[in-house]
């Protein structure tokens, strides 16, 4: 993959990212801080001013793993360019990304923006914070497993076809997640996704396979090499590394992955 540009961070840096890192109370403490705020007032159905508070919270008090307000911006281009009708995100944590990103899908004249949070209590955050944003119209929240969740919208009918999949949740799960959106018939064409997190803390199976031609996908499968899902290898991915920053201060990126086309046999 190669080394990160050796560049300097200039932003204003969240609080070092602890051992403990999440899930330990943080994340009702970040609500407190958001409604005991002076301009708590100010930031109802303002979007940017929750996602500043959210920001003052992880800069004053404890590291957030959110994506943070500089790799956001890819994502917030990426909309603007896409203009997607339908975005989904796998991981929502403490819904900085759901906010964020579901602004920006309304503005681009999206229709809904799905949030999948496997943990329940900060699945109710991320409802909370949404609704205070003054999002709750286009940004649905859906609790349980990635998988499951995706399984159950398509039979539902919920999703038929997915614009742009931002994948920030567990990072074994990228690989397997994508396969099942394939397999569903949810992506195809023109299809969009936006990995984080592939530089820190990293991961190579996923830049692997969306890197990898519809040729090398099928010798994969012929030999046998992976026995879990089969994804659709004929599908024809473009995809490039987006450098950016933790909200920490430290060098991250995002593989952006566009589907261009579909192989036959």
């Not at 080394?3 to 970040?30: C, H, M, V």
């Not at 994506?67 to 995100?89: A, D, F, H, Q, W």
């Amino acid at each position: 993959m190669g080394e990160l540009k050796k560049s300097t961070f200039e932003g204003e840096a969240y609080k070092p990212q602890e051992e403990t890192y999440f899930n330990d109370g943080r994340e009702i403490e970040l609500l407190h801080y958001v409604y005991n705020h002076s301009g708590l007032e100010e930031m109802r159905g303002n979007p940017q001013k929750v996602l500043d508070a959210i920001d003052e919270y992880g800069r004053t008090q404890r590291y957030l793993m959110n994506i943070g307000e500089y790799k956001s911006k890819t994502i917030i281009n990426l909309i603007k360019k896409e203009t997607p009708r339908v975005m989904v995100e796998l991981g929502g944590y403490v819904g900085y990304s759901a906010i964020a990103f579901g602004a920006a899908l309304r503005d681009a004249g999206g229709e809904r923006y799905y949030s999948l949070e496997m943990n329940p209590e900060f699945a109710a955050v991320i409802s909370m914070l949404v609704d205070f944003a003054g999002l709750s119209d286009i940004v649905k929240i859906v609790v349980g497993p990635s998988s499951r969740s995706l399984e159950r919208l398509f039979t539902e009918g919920a999703v038929k076809h997915i614009d742009l999949l931002f994948l920030d949740h567990y990072k074994p799960s990228y690989t397997p997640d994508l396969k099942l959106c394939e397999e569903l018939g949810l992506v195809s064409i023109g299809s969009t996704y936006a990995a984080d997190n592939v530089v820190k803390p990293g991961n190579p199976p996923y830049l692997e396979y969306v890197r990898s031609t519809v040729e090398e996908k099928r010798k994969v499968i012929s030999n046998g090499k992976d026995s879990s899902q089969k994804g659709n290898p004929n599908l024809i991915y473009k995809s490039q590394l987006v450098e950016g920053w933790e909200p920490s201060g430290v060098p991250d990126a995002i593989e952006i992955t566009k589907c261009i086309g579909i192989e036959s046999r």
